[in-house]
């Protein structure tokens, strides 16, 4: 059996399980692809800008994992 990682929030009060499995574990796929483009690329912004290279190395956590994860209750 492939061990496959999740991520798991109990205590919130989106469904009635009070458990959240599939949304975070899904938000953090999607953290981890982002962040392959996203951190590069600010890194080179930030040389020239820095306040547009500091927003992009926080895209992933900033605006793509709250998305994800609050897009999936359960």
Same mark, same amino acid.
């Given at each position: 059996m492939p061990w496959v990682p999740t991520c798991v929030?109990?205590?919130?009060?989106?469904n009635p399980c009070r458990c959240k499995i599939?949304?975070?574990t899904l938000? +953090?796929?999607?953290? *981890?692809v982002v962040a392959v483009f996203a951190w590069p690329i600010?890194?080179? =912004? /930030? +040389?020239?800008?820095? *306040?547009?290279?500091?927003?992009?190395?926080?895209?992933?956590?900033?605006? =793509? /994992?709250?998305a994800v994860n609050s897009a999936i209750p359960i």
């Open positions: 929030e109990c205590g919130v009060s989106d599939f949304g975070p938000a +953090l796929a999607a953290l *981890s600010g890194g080179i =912004v /930030y +040389l020239v800008n820095r *306040s547009k290279g500091r927003e992009l190395m926080g895209l992933p956590v900033d605006r =793509v /994992y709250p």
